[in-house]
């Protein structure tokens, strides 16, 4: 009984009876001449037929040969066909992406990568979920996601993304209502805008070169949009991103507070599965989030 029919000894078999000849099947096939010489005899070895005859002027194919080269060619052309396919598939990305961040990081940071995703990877899709929750990477079928803080999923991996620049702001009529802090240790003294999850005794803003500094507040809110509005209403001071509150600082909506003091900007995060999962179209985007 001979051996399992070699595809790659096949594969030289078709092309040297496309071209009529070993040497110009080699030199397509980048091959040397001997080892498409001896693909050939292994095959027809292994197979117990001849499939070429040779003379000193030509090579032509035996029945047998026509016969093979008729049944083959068109398995090696699908073969070759789906080879490619899977090859491409690997090397660029492809299919749907599910990437989550809250709503105001999923209009200011994935929004705008997403679109240039789309645009240099024609097989690709992004579905950006908003959320201002702590979304399951399994349950929801995330790929990744955009989060502020430290990792506590020791199951993802964790980069750095370009910092946001924060900035303090009060409102005209909370101003004229309790003033404005002159130090950070003043925020003692002052309604902060917190967040739901700052409900301890022991809340800090971090200053760059400073230690941090407690504050205090009656009004916790969920999002920076929250916040935003919050201060616009005078309820307190609040730390935004920059973008967030410039436009409204310009128009003397709000005013910018403790500006000698540079606070520390706020630091986001990509999350991801392990790089041993990570597939070529989470990689991609990745990059993108990295690169800006």
């Known amino acids: ?112 990568v997403a679109a240039k995703y789309i645009t240099l990877y024609q097989d690709v899709e992004v579905q950006i979920i908003a959320s201002n929750s702590r979304l399951d990477f399994v349950d929801e079928g995330l790929d990744l996601a955009i989060r502020a803080g430290p990792l506590e999923d020791s199951s993802l991996i964790s980069r750095s993304l370009k910092p946001i620049p924060a900035i303090l702001s009060a409102a005209p009529g909370y101003e004229a209502a309790h003033g404005l802090p002159i130090m950070p240790a003043d925020l003692d003294h002052h309604q902060a805008i917190l967040f739901n999850e700052d409900t301890d005794q022991n809340v800090v803003w971090p200053f760059i070169d400073l230690e941090p500094v407690p504050v205090t507040g009656r009004l916790h809110v969920n999002s920076f949009e929250q916040a935003f509005q919050a201060a616009l209403s005078g309820a307190g001071i609040a730390r935004m991103p920059k973008f967030l509150c410039e436009q409204a600082i310009s128009d003397g909506q709000l005013i910018p507070v403790l500006t000698k003091y540079e606070s520390q900007p706020f630091q986001l995060y990509v999350l991801y599965p392990s790089r041993r999962q990570l597939s070529r179209k989470v990689r991609a985007f990745v990059d993108l989030l990295l690169a800006g």
């Open 1 to 112: 009984m001979g051996k399992s029919l070699d595809l790659n000894a096949v594969r030289v078999f078709v092309k040297v009876a496309e071209l009529g000849s070993l040497s110009a099947a080699a030199t397509a096939m980048k091959l040397p001449i001997s080892t498409v010489s001896r693909q050939l005899a292994a095959l027809e070895q292994n197979l117990s037929v001849r499939f070429i005859t040779r003379t000193t002027r030509r090579l032509s194919l035996t029945d047998e040969g026509r016969g093979f080269y008729q049944r083959m060619a068109p398995i090696i052309e699908e073969a070759t066909a789906v080879e490619r396919m899977l090859r491409n598939s690997i090397d660029e990305p492809h299919g749907l992406l599910r990437v989550t961040a809250t709503s105001l990081f999923a209009s200011h940071v994935l929004a705008p």
